[in-house]
Nanobody
Framework: QVQLVESGGGSVQAGGSLRLSCAAS????????MGWFRQAPGKEREAVAG???????MYADSVKGRFTISQDNAKNTLLLQMNSLKPEETATYYC??????????????????????WGKGTLVTISS
């Protein structure tokens, strides 16, 4: 059974940094696409960043230059380094993954929320 478990959330002041981790287990093959999403209170879930099995990355315009998505394949871990955080980025951050090992556009899958597996999320709170 596929499981995704996020960690690394917490409270930080505006301008600060956090690194989120997502431990993946239960896969036979590394999923083609993995991503980070977030949902603020009272708002819809939004895509933050994605990475495919070749290491190609994509980012939402709002986080480009500040967030970095990466993966540690040896540890089956997805990472999200977040710098220069803003109060409006307070949200629950979710890790998600596709079900297949093959795909043509991780960017499209992330933007369309075409993910089969989701973690339970980790809360990030940024104070002003």
């Amino acid at each position: 059974q596929v499981q995704l478990v996020e960690s690394g959330g917490g409270s930080v002041q505006a301008g600060g940094s956090l690194r989120l981790s997502c431990a993946a287990s239960g896969y036979t093959y590394r999923p083609y696409c993995m991503g980070w999403f977030r949902q603020a209170p009272g708002k819809e879930r939004e895509a933050v960043a994605g990475i495919d099995s070749d290491g190609t990355t994509m980012y939402a315009d709002s986080v480009k230059g500040r967030f970095t998505i990466s993966q540690d394949n040896a540890k089956n871990t997805l990472l999200l380094q977040m710098n220069s955080l803003k109060p409006e980025e307070t949200a629950t951050y979710y890790c998600a993954a596709s079900s297949g090992w093959y795909g043509t556009s991780c960017r499209r899958e992330v933007l369309l929320f075409a993910m089969s597996y989701w973690g339970k999320g980790t809360l990030v709170t940024i104070s002003s």
